[in-house]
């Protein structure tokens, strides 16, 4: 060891171990690989709604938002009438059950529905995937919590959008721990 470099407080607690740090870098990356991967079903779904002419991107803003994902499940499911389909919209959105409604008209041929069916269960295999990550990495982060917590919240975000965008995917518990 360098003299002039200070020892790190292992021991007090101060500074996580290396092996603990490798083991929480390793958990974020697998974690990341499955958000990139989860990203690429969520493309092949949209490839899928394209072919039938069914534009789920004009009617919600994000494909993997609330109103989306619940439109697809029940496309999934067998539902056909775009206006049983648009009731699926969140009630805190812009847009009206009528303006949803009209660009979910299309066609509702049995490859690209099969195509779509089977990305939506990639999809959401992969979202518990990424849960259980998520889990996992708040785990870790805790057991590596010095026994003395800052006595500082986590600093409010500048940007409203970005805040809302951590809220609403349930991030805001990683900003304190990190």
Do not use: C
């Not at 607690?13 to 390793?26: D, F, M, N, Q, S």
């Not at 990356?29 to 079903?41: F, K, P």
């Not at 303006?99 to 990639?122: N, T």
């Amino acid at each position: 060891m360098d003299p002039a470099t200070p020892p790190l407080r292992i021991a007090a607690g101060l500074v996580p171990a290396p092996e603990t740090i490798g083991k929480l870098r390793t958990l974020v990356r697998d974690q990341a690989t499955l958000v990139a991967e989860s990203g690429d079903w969520l493309r092949r779904m949209q490839k899928s709604l394209d072919q039938m002419k069914v534009r789920v991107h004009g009617a919600v803003s994000d494909i993997d938002g609330s109103t989306g994902m619940a439109i697809v499940g029940a496309m999934v499911a067998g539902e056909r009438d775009v206006k049983k389909l648009a009731q699926f919209r969140d009630s805190h959105g812009r847009q009206s059950e009528a303006q949803i409604a009209e660009p979910l008209r299309g066609h509702w041929r049995e490859d690209p529905w099969f195509s779509l069916q089977q990305a939506l269960k990639r999809y959401d295999a992969m979202e518990e995937r990424i849960e259980a990550y998520e889990k996992e990495i708040q785990r870790q982060l805790a057991e590596m919590s010095p026994a003395q917590p800052r006595q500082s919240p986590a600093p409010p975000l500048k940007n409203a959008n970005q805040a809302r965008g951590i809220k609403r995917r349930g991030q805001e518990p990683m900003r304190p721990a990190l």
